[in-house]
């Protein structure tokens, strides 16, 4: 062990526990609240907390009880119990989904909470650690490769479904590879014809040109790029 024996069951260790459950939730939850995300400090340090309780009773009912305890059946509760509440924070707002990362946190959160429990603090410790890492720097990662990806998303709204394969041909003329395309009802206007194009551009700075092409069409209500 690096930072000591957690696992066994005396008081000292139960309360160190608890305190560390609620360190780290309150770190992760601080970092969260920081950048006004649904679930802030003081909710992700309660579902941290309750699946540390979750843990303990189990150990308890396992040092009382002997025989009574399973200590698998609780943990996995409380893993597919907290998805449930992600599932709350998640929001499709137009052609965006939000709230995806506080769904993850809520539930990688859970599993901290557990391991530190069961008294695996070093692993709920850098776990948190590689989380806020994970959470501060890959956004950067994922904007540099997004700058310098040929692949777009476009979003189109038509007037009829039928313009698309007008759009389609003007696309395929410009040298435009079309890698997929999904349609639907127009969630903006609430009337006409939705269109998602994954596209794939022969340079990265592709995208003006492919806006251009758009918009000159008189079919087209509006774009938006992703």
């Known amino acids: 062990m690096i930072l000591g024996n957690f696992a066994e069951w005396n008081l000292q260790n139960i309360l160190v526990r608890i305190i560390v459950s609620t360190v780290l939730g309150g770190i ?10 649904g679930a802030g400090t003081k909710t992700i340090t309660v579902v941290c907390l309750g699946a540390t309780l979750v843990m303990l009773t189990e150990q308890y009912i396992q040092v009382n009880f002997t025989g009574l305890a399973n200590m698998n059946r609780m943990a996995a509760q409380v893993i597919s119990g907290v998805g449930f509440i992600g599932v709350g924070t998640i929001i499709v707002s137009r052609h965006r989904v939000r709230g995806l990362t506080t769904a993850a946190t809520l539930w990688a959160s859970a599993c901290v909470g557990l391991a530190v429990g069961i008294g695996f603090v070093e692993g709920g410790v850098l776990t948190t650690v590689m989380m806020l890492v994970s959470l501060h720097v890959l956004p950067y990662v994922e904007h540099f490769a ?21 759009i389609v041909r003007q696309l395929k003329e410009a040298g435009v590879v079309i890698d997929s395309i999904e349609m639907g009802e127009s969630r903006t206007t609430g009337a006409g ?4 194009m994954v596209l794939y551009l022969k340079k990265t700075a592709g995208r003006t040109e492919v806006y251009d092409i758009l918009m000159k069409s008189e079919k087209v209500i509006s774009v938006d790029f992703l």
Do not use: A, P, W
Request: hydrophobic share 30%; aromatic share 6%.
């Open 193 to 196: 014809t939705s269109v998602h």
């Open 28 to 37: 992760i939850g601080l970092d969260r609240g920081m950048k006004h995300r």
């Open 146 to 166: 997004t700058r310098h990806s040929h692949y777009c998303n476009v979003f189109i709204d038509l007037e009829e479904s039928r313009d698309l394969h007008m």
